[in-house]
């Protein structure tokens, strides 16, 4: 499934549509650099799976978890190079909970990553244009 948008507020209202075709245990692999608008699909992500919390870039804490009726663990993985530092996250834990995973720079942990899962890949195109590019499972075909 590829979706072309201009604006956050576009890949976030994309995002949430698509939340609904999610399940508990899904995994998601973000692919695209800084600024390229990972967090703000990750936001639509939490909204459309029934969380109201106000979603931030776990750059620090490396996760936040948003609740509702299927949970929601946002990873940011741009420190994380080790497998001690992956442990340390708590992912191997996050991973059989029943939650959907959306992973920022998921290239650091490439080795760890369960199969299958879907890769979310966002281009930065022209101003705010971006083209996101969704693969991996059938449901977004
Ligand atoms: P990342 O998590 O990939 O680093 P963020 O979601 O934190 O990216 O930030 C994306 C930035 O790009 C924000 O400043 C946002 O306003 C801007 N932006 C411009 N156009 C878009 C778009 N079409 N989709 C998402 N973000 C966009
Ligand atoms: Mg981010």
Known sequence: MVIHTQGPAETQAAAQRLAPLLRPGDLIAYRGGMGAGKTTFTAGLARGLGSTAWVSSPTF?????????????????????????????????????????????????????????????????????????????????
Do not use: K
């Open 61 to 141: 804490a490396l996760v936040h978890q948003y609740d509702g009726p299927v949970p929601l663990c946002h990873f940011d993985m741009f420190r994380v190079t080790t497998v001690e530092d992956l442990y340390s996250t708590g992912f191997f834990d996050y991973l059989e909970g029943g939650a959907v995973l959306a992973v920022e720079w998921s290239e650091n942990i490439e080795e760890a990553l369960p199969e299958p899962h879907i890769t979310v890949e966002i281009a930065i195109e022209e101003g705010d244009r971006r083209t996101i590019t969704i693969t991996g499972d059938e449901r977004f075909l």
